[in-house]
C-alpha cells in the first residue's frame, strides 16, 4: 500500500463511518477540544504525512495531519485495519 492507496482507504472508510477510537485517543480528544467532526475533518482532507506498516498487529499506522473546524493544526495517529475495514484511532494533538 503506498500513500495514495492509504488516502483513498481513509477517505472512504471516514465516509463510511467506520472508526474506533481508543480510550487514550478520547481521553486526548476530550482534553484538547477536540470533536468527532474535526477529526473526521482532517481524515477527508487532510495528507498522510508518515505511514509504517504494523507486522504484529497487520495494518498500517499513518500520521495524518491537517486542519480543524476552526483552521487549527490538527494531527491524527491512525491504523488502517484493512481486514476489518476501519480506521482506529491511536491519538490526536494539536
Known amino acids: 500500500m503506498d ?18 477510537l481508543t480510550r487514550h485517543c478520547r481521553d ?5 477540544q477536540v470533536t468527532t467532526d474535526d477529526f473526521l ?21 499513518c500520521e495524518v495531519v491537517g486542519k480543524d473546524l476552526d483552521g487549527e493544526d490538527l494531527t491524527l495517529h491512525v491504523a488502517i485495519l484493512e481486514n476489518e475495514n476501519s480506521v482506529l484511532c491511536i491519538t490526536v494533538h494539536s
Do not use: C
Open 28 to 32: 486526548r480528544m476530550a482534553q484538547r
Open 3 to 20: 500513500i495514495i492507496q492509504a488516502k483513498n482507504i481513509l477517505r472512504e472508510i471516514a465516509q463510511l463511518g467506520y472508526i474506533r
Open 41 to 61: 475533518h482532517v481524515l477527508l482532507w487532510g495528507e498522510i504525512v508518515t505511514m509504517e506498516k504494523d507486522s504484529d498487529n497487520l495494518n498500517m499506522k
